[in-house]
T-cell receptor, first 115, second 113 residues
Framework: KAGVTQTPRYLIKTRGQQVTLSCSPISGHRSVSWYQQTPGQGLQFLFEYFSETQRNKGNFPGRFSGRQFSNSRSEMNVSTLELGDSALYLCASSLSTGNTNYGYTFGSGTRLTVV | GENVEQHPSTLSVQEGDSAVIKCTYSDSASNYFPWYKQELGKGPQLIIDIRSNVGEKKDQRIAVTLNKTAKHFSLHITETQPEDSAVYFC????????????FGSGTRLSIRP
């Protein structure tokens, strides 16, 4: 069974640019969540998608956005990049439907460096 | 919203000894408590989870305990081995908020040979 696949693994971008990260969940998982991981702030929740709808959103500025496609694949976009956006971005998929929570399966992440 | 506090931030134990990591949560409605292990260069991996209708759960050398009254839960690793060295995260969530899981700040566990 394939795990959660995130692409690309590494990215270097310049301040002001925008970036799109991709996530393919485990087959059958309809819930996809995104987290930002930094040494100082730990794992911060960005948003969660279920059946192409954003179901939960964390406390990040509107520059951070996402979407989910009908095959449950998800993308997140960060516009007008800032130095502070440098982080490991983790995608996680889950069997959770909303009535019962299940654990996440995380991908290996995309390491974004903004210079 | 939910807040999860985790202690200690770093922990060093002798190989073969036990390690304990403790977490507290703020939202009494939380009912699902997973633990994750993150090795260098990898995403966090679910190692054990517990729901609020259970006080303790074991899986080989790993056990988790939950005290709903005190809003505490702990991870216990017995007979530690070098491969247990990693960062461990506790987390909490409640079914009514769908899949939003809030993580603790992490514990870096080092096993001394």
């Amino acid at each position: 069974k394939a795990g959660v696949t995130q692409t690309p693994r590494y990215l270097i971008k310049t301040r002001g640019q925008q970036v799109t990260l991709s996530c393919s969940p485990i087959s059958g998982h309809r819930s996809v969540s995104w987290y930002q991981q930094t040494p100082g702030q730990g794992l911060q929740f960005l948003f969660e998608y279920f059946s192409e709808t954003q179901r939960n959103k964390g406390n990040f500025p509107g520059r951070f956005s996402g979407r989910q496609f009908s095959n449950s694949r998800s993308e997140m976009n960060v516009s007008t990049l800032e130095l502070g956006d440098s982080a490991l971005y983790l995608c996680a998929s889950s069997l959770s439907t909303g009535n019962t929570n299940y654990g996440y399966t995380f991908g290996s992440g995309t390491r974004l460096t903004v210079v | 919203g939910e807040n999860v506090e985790q202690h200690p931030s770093t922990l060093s134990v002798q190989e073969g000894d036990s390690a304990v990591i403790k977490c507290t949560y703020s939202d009494s409605a939380s009912n699902y408590f997973p633990w994750y292990k993150q090795e260098l260069g990898k995403g966090p991996q679910l190692i054990i989870d517990i729901r609020s209708n259970v006080g303790e759960k074991k899986d080989q050398r790993i056990a988790v305990t939950l005290n709903k009254t005190a809003k505490h839960f702990s991870l216990h690793i017995t007979e530690t081995q070098p491969e247990d060295s990693a960062v461990y995260f506790c987390a909490a969530s409640k079914d009514s908020s769908a899949s939003k899981i809030i993580f603790g700040s992490g514990t870096r566990l080092s096993i001394r040979p």
